[in-house]
Nanobody, 125 residues
Framework: DVQLVESGGGSVQVGGSLTLSCVAS????????MGWFRQAPGKEREGVAS???????SYADSVKGRATISKDNTKDVLYLQMNSLKAEGTAMYYC????????????????????WGQGTQVTVS
């Protein structure tokens, strides 16, 4: 099983940038489909970006053009670079993983991911 630890959250001004990291341990990182989710206060958790084990990338419409997901299989780290942040980007951001590949229809489904980190808070004001 893989363990996930997020970092990089913080407070940023509207229009600013932030890069989140998710360090994976315990299993072969390259074998996992990875995703970033976020949950704003009072709202359901939603998918933000994903990258499958074979490198297929997807973005939610809400961040398309402003976010970049990437992974470094040599360091076992997943990244989410976010630019032009908006106030509605304020949320707890979670890293998620599922061993193997996922259909693009499922990459933003919480139920598709077995492993989750504890989250890192992003506040945009």
């Amino acid at each position: 099983d893989v363990q996930l630890v997020e970092s990089g959250g913080g407070s940023v001004q509207v229009g600013g940038s932030l890069t989140l990291s998710c360090v994976a341990s315990g299993d072969t990182f390259s074998s996992y489909c990875m995703g970033w989710f976020r949950q704003a206060p009072g709202k359901e958790r939603e998918g933000v970006a994903s990258i499958t084990s074979d490198g297929v990338i997807s973005y939610a419409d809400s961040v398309k053009g402003r976010a970049t997901i990437s992974k470094d299989n040599t360091k076992d780290v997943l990244y989410l670079q976010m630019n032009s942040l908006k106030a509605e980007g304020t949320a707890m951001y979670y890293c998620a993983a599922n061993r193997g590949t996922l259909s693009r229809l499922l990459v933003f489904e919480e139920r598709a991911y077995k492993f989750w980190g504890q989250g890192t808070q992003v506040t945009v004001s």
